[in-house]
């Protein structure tokens, strides 16, 4: 395939590449009043509402808010990553890589409900325990719930919340600082390489709170809706999906940029080729972390760790599981094998969405069959009888109450990133490696 013309200096813009903001306007302005009213309509459903609509739109929240928060920490993975491996060719879309993590700390403040307990008594067995163990003493718990008293060094509510605030505030602050260093950049009359080395230094030691970050908020959030369940994959699952969906919706933004005729002459069909790289090899090791998942708790059949594909394996959660194994390996695997699809942005765009898709399944399979059987009647606290656990109560209305939390959260989504991304040029234009990563070739 030919090569673009060869990039030079006089081809980067002196200033930068600036969103024009009436272009955006409308797109932030309908963003926002979605988001304001529907945060608004939530609220009331959290704290407000009749139990019967509060209960299962915990759920509902928890969902949404986890879903949009794994993209916020895969942009920023991405930019840790970038800077770590020295990449030159991700130079030219490392702006985008920043703009799609500094919605982290945003998108973590819709996870602030999570830390109330009258929205937590719905979601989180353990802590009722807790509260109503006559403030909770070892020797109570330990004469009469042996797991969660074994559990108990690590689930205990000041423990619970302390390890929430530093999730919160540690990423935030690593991707704030980040994005500083790398803007500042832009308006330097001498650029030159010591920010380069700053940031590449700066983000070698904060891989380990992203990684604990992926990891532990799919502890404390996800995997304690039943604290009698764990896995030993389940943090490098949630990892998998947050990479591929942020790289996904990295490619998208890059997409809409170009269509608007941005980023001329610093990404190209090879950088989409890369990217599309990326989102096949993610697509694989998804698949991969996923079955290895499935074949150590099917292998050792422990009733603590088999409730979660009991639950997940019956009614018509079985066909979203299957539909899962499919729809989120098998299609984009045969696709992203295509060198001539990657370099198209167009193509990738709509693979990319597709993928998006299939993260908001795997999301909801998550969340959601907890809550037939938490607020269903049939808690496990009735032993290990699995006949009860597993009936399907369909919660009625509850559906809406999922589609009103995702679109609320995602309208805040869009609206901080299109402002993260009008705040300063589109990519890097006085960054030494910036020609380097305009003529990339793979």
């Not at 799609?100 to 403040?109: D, E």
């Not at 070698?204 to 604290?227: K, N, P, S």
Request: proline share 4%; charged share 10%.
């Amino acid at each position: 395939m030919a090569h673009h013309h060869h990039v030079t200096s006089a081809d980067i813009a002196i200033n930068g590449d600036h969103l024009d903001p009436s272009k955006v306007s409308t797109l932030k302005t309908v963003a926002l009043v979605v988001a304001v009213l529907g945060t608004l309509a939530s609220l009331y459903l959290l704290f407000w509402a009749p139990v019967k609509l509060r209960a299962p739109f915990a759920y509902s929240w928890l969902f949404a808010f986890y879903f949009f928060l794994t993209l916020s920490i895969g942009g920023c993975f991405w930019t840790l990553l970038h800077n770590v491996s020295n990449s030159s060719w991700g130079t030219s879309v490392r702006r985008v890589f920043e703009n799609v993590g500094s919605t982290y700390p945003w998108m973590f403040l819709f996870g602030l409900p999570l830390l109330c307990p009258n929205v937590q008594q719905y979601l989180y067995e353990w802590m009722n325990i807790h509260r109503g163990a006559d403030g909770i003493r070892a020797d109570w718990l330990h004469a009469h719930n042996h797991l969660l008293s074994n559990k108990f060094w690590y689930m205990n509510l000041p423990f619970w919340y302390g390890r929430v605030i530093f999730w919160g505030v540690g990423l935030s602050a690593i991707i704030i600082a980040l994005r500083k260093i790398s803007t500042a950049q832009d308006t330097d009359p001498t650029p030159g390489t010591a920010r380069l080395f700053k940031a590449r230094f700066h983000s070698t030691y904060t891989l380990v709170i992203f990684a604990l970050t992926i990891t532990f908020t799919g502890f404390d959030f996800m995997m304690a809706l039943d604290y009698r369940w764990f896995s030993t994959m389940w943090g490098v699952y949630l990892f998998a999906g947050a990479a591929l969906n942020s790289m996904a919706v990295i490619v998208l933004v890059a997409t809409w940029l170009k269509s608007m005729g941005h980023l001329k002459h610093v990404a190209g069909p090879e950088h989409f080729h890369l990217m599309g790289k990326l989102m096949l090899a993610f697509t694989v090791f998804w698949a991969y972390v996923t079955f290895s998942q499935y074949f150590l708790i099917w292998y050792s059949n422990q009733t603590e760790e088999t409730s979660y594909f009991l639950i997940r394996n019956t009614g018509n959660w079985n066909i979203a599981m299957i539909t899962l194994m499919f729809g989120h390996f098998v299609v984009p695997f045969v696709i992203l094998l295509q060198a001539w699809l990657k370099r198209n942005p167009k193509l990738l765009s709509v693979v990319a969405v597709y993928t998006l898709c299939m993260h908001v399944l795997d999301h909801y399979l998550i969340t959601i069959p907890e809550r037939g059987v938490s607020l269903g009647g049939e808690t496990m606290s009735k032993g290990p009888d699995f006949a009860g656990l597993v009936q399907q109560v369909s919660i009625p209305g509850a559906f809406w109450g999922d589609i009103l939390a995702f679109v609320t959260i995602g309208a805040a989504f869009v609206f901080f990133l299109v402002r993260a991304l009008g705040q300063h040029s589109l990519y890097p234009n006085r960054d030494p490696r910036i020609l380097e990563s305009a003529n990339v070739t793979n």
